[in-house]
């Protein structure tokens, strides 16, 4: 199917569908390498894996509400020192 009325347009086109193909078989035969052939997602459903309600999408996002304002406005305007080692402690 031709894009454009330009042949060399066309060829490049073409050429990065080929490299695009290679890549898939590629990560393709990385998967079966990996996971074996028998390993299958084709049944899998997504909206299986989680409740509805605990989406991401359907989540309250806590650290933007109001009551975080003065404890967010601290942290970012402590030394960056102190919140790496913060970061740090929590993680």
Do not use: C
């Not at 990065?16 to 084709?42: P, T, W």
């Not at 605990?54 to 919140?83: C, E, N």
């Amino acid at each position: 199917m031709a894009l454009s009325e330009d042949p060399a347009i066309n060829a490049k086109l073409e050429e990065l569908a080929a490299r695009d193909a290679e890549f898939g078989n590629r990560a393709q035969q990385r998967v079966i390498a990996k996971y074996g052939s028998e390993v299958s997602m084709e049944d899998y459903h997504f909206s299986k894996s989680f409740a509805r309600e605990s989406q991401a999408s359907q989540q309250v996002d806590w650290v933007h509400q109001g009551w975080m304002r003065p404890i967010r406005f601290a942290y970012r305007h402590t030394p960056r020192w102190i919140r790496f080692a913060v970061k740090k402690v929590a993680s």
